[in-house]
């Protein structure tokens, strides 16, 4: 099973890699706080396609945690698996709460909690770790797809806005980034939903059946590889009919160029069905491409993807310190960098570089975490503690 693993986490590598550019680019980038890199009407190509590519990362990982989740479960009890994703989203549930929401904010007071990836990704292994304990692998897939292909359904639904049904449908199903208050001054900021991100993972766990060892190389390829070609095919087709699969409709700019760049912008927020067929399409053909692949840069990327929580959670900490050294050396005032209004302290609205300068910090953060990603990755393969399977 080694070499399926590794393909997985060459992918998986590559994905937080790029994952990190939006973070860079977030805390980093001049226009990160003011603008909207995807607007087709103002923004620039490389702009647009520097925040595009980083959209196939949360559905990708999603996706990859839901076949790993199939595989590290092959040898164990329904129950055990179950109990073991159930328990281990509620500690990413509570680290999003504690360590990421400090990571964002630098806020000790922390007056906004923000859900978002780690938040997505706990509720997603509750929800699979609930349908195990009843149904099948393929029993799982079925309701992953139902979820991905149908949930844009409700984009036709109207309720009474900050009704309970408006704010349950928001946080499950429809939310594209809500804050809540939480009764004590503060909010809870809902940036990612449940059911749809669960559903990719369901359907990563569904796929998890064709990565057994008894299954046959070249047939999973060719699966993969189909697969693939129809979410892109797919994903074209609809978005050309300009209807149902994701709220945001494209519109013809005065450049083609632009038509292009509006046509390309699906919503993330939260992930349409035209979303989550452009990002995984790609994502399945790389996987069929990568199962054998050895190179140098694979081995780079592989570095990275055995260990996606420590490198998840290590990579903000060290981008927001830098962030705030850069902020105070350059003249900001302590009582600047840390105004009440900022969501993110040491981050002023009015502070930044230019674009050239985000990817060489991007470039220089990802290497400078490559010797204690693998440190830590050399560290899991040796010690076989209970705890690390939480980390």
């Known amino acids: 099973m ?12 590559l994905i937080m890699v790029i994952m990190a550019l939006d973070h860079v680019r977030d805390f980093f980038h001049i226009s990160a706080f003011t603008a909207d890199p995807l607007n087709p009407e103002a923004t620039s190509g490389i702009l647009f396609f520097t925040r595009w590519i980083t959209h196939f990362c949360a559905p990708s990982f999603m996706l990859l945690s ?70 099948s692998p393929k029993a799982i897939l079925a309701v992953g797809l139902i979820l991905i292909f149908g949930h844009n359904l409700l984009d036709y639904v109207k309720v009474a806005p900050n009704s309970v049904p408006d704010i349950l449908l928001s946080i499950f199903l429809t ?28 359907s990563g766990y569904g796929l998890g059946s064709i990565f057994k060892r008894s299954f046959p190389v070249e047939q999973r390829r060719k699966l993969l590889l189909i697969t693939g070609a129809v979410s892109i095919f797919l994903f074209v087709a609809l978005r050309l009919l300009n ?20 046509f390309m912008n699906v919503s993330k927020y939260p992930p349409s069905l035209l979303f989550t067929l452009m990002t995984l399409g790609p994502v399945l053909i790389l996987l069929a491409f990568t199962e054998n692949t050895e190179n140098r840069l694979a081995k780079f990327f592989t570095v990275y993807g055995k260990v996606p929580f420590f490198f998840f959670m290590l990579h903000f900490y060290v981008i927001h310190l830098f962030t705030m050294i850069a902020v105070l050396s350059s003249g900001y ?20 570089y230019e674009l050239g300068w985000v990817y060489l910090i991007w470039i220089a953060i990802v290497l400078a975490l490559y010797f204690p990603c693998k440190w830590f990755g050399d560290y899991r393969a040796r010690e076989k503690k209970w705890w690390l399977s939480y980390l």
């Open 243 to 262: 209807g149902y699969g994701d709220p945001s409709h494209w519109i013809v700019q005065k450049e083609g160029f632009r038509t292009f760049l509006s």
């Open 333 to 352: 005032t302590w009582q600047q960098a840390t105004d009440d209004k900022l969501f993110f302290k040491f981050r002023p609205f009015d502070f930044g």
């Open 2 to 13: 080694q070499y399926r693993i590794r393909s997985i986490d060459t992918v998986r590598g």
């Open 175 to 202: 939310g594209a980034g809500k804050f809540y208050p939480r009764g004590d001054g503060g909010n809870i900021a809902f940036l990612y939903v449940i059911l749809p991100w669960a559903g990719i993972m369901m």
């Open 66 to 135: 839901g076949i790993s989740a199939y595989l590290s479960g092959q040898n164990k009890s329904a129950r055990t698996t179950s109990s073991f994703l159930i328990k281990r989203g509620f500690w990413l549930i509570l680290v999003e709460i504690v360590f990421m929401t400090f990571a964002f904010s630098f806020d000790i007071t922390y007056k906004t909690i923000f859900l978002a990836v780690l938040w997505a990704l706990g509720t997603s292994m509750i929800s699979l770790g609930l349908l195990i304990r009843f149904l």
